[in-house]
């Protein structure tokens, strides 16, 4: 028999302590992208709610944009870098398959060589990493979880595909977890449908930019690529079932809700799933959208962020989150906001 090995635990309970973002500086209208996609702004507006949107300039890189929105979360947490155990970077635009990008960060945040991985879940990364921070913090694994949602989708959008060119955006969101008295990140709700794996996804593997040419740069980017409306009819319908059961895995009734951050990939999804879960009429809801694209796993701590901000979303509130993405991924989980 092997030796016995101890066994541990963590907080009793765990919570998002501060929330902070970083939006790109380069604001892209609608006008600017409908001549290469035969489109117009109205037509944008009147099927996605997008007006406009932020693209990253080569300066506001990955590690970049994830740095100052980390720097935000941390001091509004009150917790400092050497304070962070383990750095979650949700993320499908770091355009390098290896290292992961969160060792730099957590580099150069100043952490003391905490543990650092990239997770690829897509839109639904953010609310992924929040459920492996909340269990990490409870199981002992760490105090403090940073978790970063970051995209630069512009560098891996094709602005002459109708089918996207209009929906992709750049940004950062995030959070920091840690340990807390009372339970203030609910239990997760997650999964994925494989089946419909090819409904969003780069169209091709890597070894087409690099196999092309000797010439660095020289090959075709692959791109995303996304069915949309099968997509939106999936989101639409059974993404409210998944709101749902977080709510009801939490505890938490329709009438206690004071907040709904769905993953900001269409107004029209938005609406659909409030009406879809009967959400009251007091539930405060994200609209980030309309002022900054779908930016896959940055959306949801970039539309959380907007509302406590602007005051919509109050220390103390309860929020539902909800995302949803290539794979098909899904997680959602109820917070009290910080
Ligand atoms: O973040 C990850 C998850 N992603 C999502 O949840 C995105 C979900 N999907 C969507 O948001 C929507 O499907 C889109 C906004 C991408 C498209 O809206 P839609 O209502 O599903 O449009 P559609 O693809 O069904 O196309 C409707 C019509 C077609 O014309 P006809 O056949 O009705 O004459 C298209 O040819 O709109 C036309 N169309 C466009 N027209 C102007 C398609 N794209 C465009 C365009 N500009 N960019």
């Known amino acids: 028999m092997g030796a016995a090995i101890r066994a541990i635990s963590g907080a009793p309970h765990a919570a998002v302590l501060g929330v902070g973002s970083y939006r790109p500086s380069l604001i892209v209208s609608n006008a600017d992208l409908v001549d290469a996609i035969d489109s117009s702004d109205e037509w944008i507006q009147q099927r996605s709610g997008i007006k406009q949107r932020r693209f990253a300039t080569p300066e506001e890189t990955v590690q970049l944009m994830s740095v100052a929105a980390s720097r935000e979360a941390l001091q509004r947490s009150g917790i400092t870098a050497e304070q962070i155990d383990c750095v979650i970077v949700a993320t499908v635009s770091h355009l390098l398959q290896t290292p992961a990008i969160a060792t730099a960060i957590a580099y150069e945040l100043g952490t003391q060589q905490a543990a650092a991985f990239d997770i690829s879940a897509a839109c639904a990364g953010f609310c992924h990493g929040i459920a492996l921070a909340a269990d990490m913090v409870r199981g002992g694994s760490a105090h403090h979880v940073l978790v970063i949602g970051v995209e630069r989708l512009s ?10 060119a209009f929906i992709f955006a750049d940004g950062a969101g995030a959070a920091v977890v840690g340990p807390s008295e009372t339970p203030a990140i609910g239990p997760v709700v997650w999964g994925s449908d494989g089946e419909q794996f090819d409904l ?31 997509v939106f009819r999936w989101a639409s319908f059974a993404m409210a079932k998944i709101a ?32 879809s879960m009967k959400l009251p009429a007091h539930v405060r809801i994200a609209r980030d959208i309309a002022e900054q694209g779908n930016t896959s796993a940055a959306s949801i701590p970039l539309a959380l962020d907007r509302m406590m901000v602007e005051g919509d979303a109050k220390p103390g509130d309860t929020a539902l989150l909800v995302a949803f993405g290539a794979g098909l991924a899904y997680a959602a989980q109820v917070i009290t906001v910080p």
């Open 155 to 164: 560098d891996i959008t094709d602005l002459n595909d109708r089918g996207t």
């Open 200 to 230: 969003i996804r780069q169209r091709e593997d890597w070894r087409n930019v690099v196999g092309t040419s000797d010439e660095p740069g020289s090959g075709v980017m692959p791109h995303l690529t996304m069915q949309g409306n099968s």
């Open 244 to 275: 749902t059961q977080a709510l009801d895995r939490a505890g938490v009734s329709l009438d206690e809700l004071d907040v709904f951050v769905p993953h900001q990939a269409n107004m029209r999804i938005i609406d659909a799933m409030a009406r």
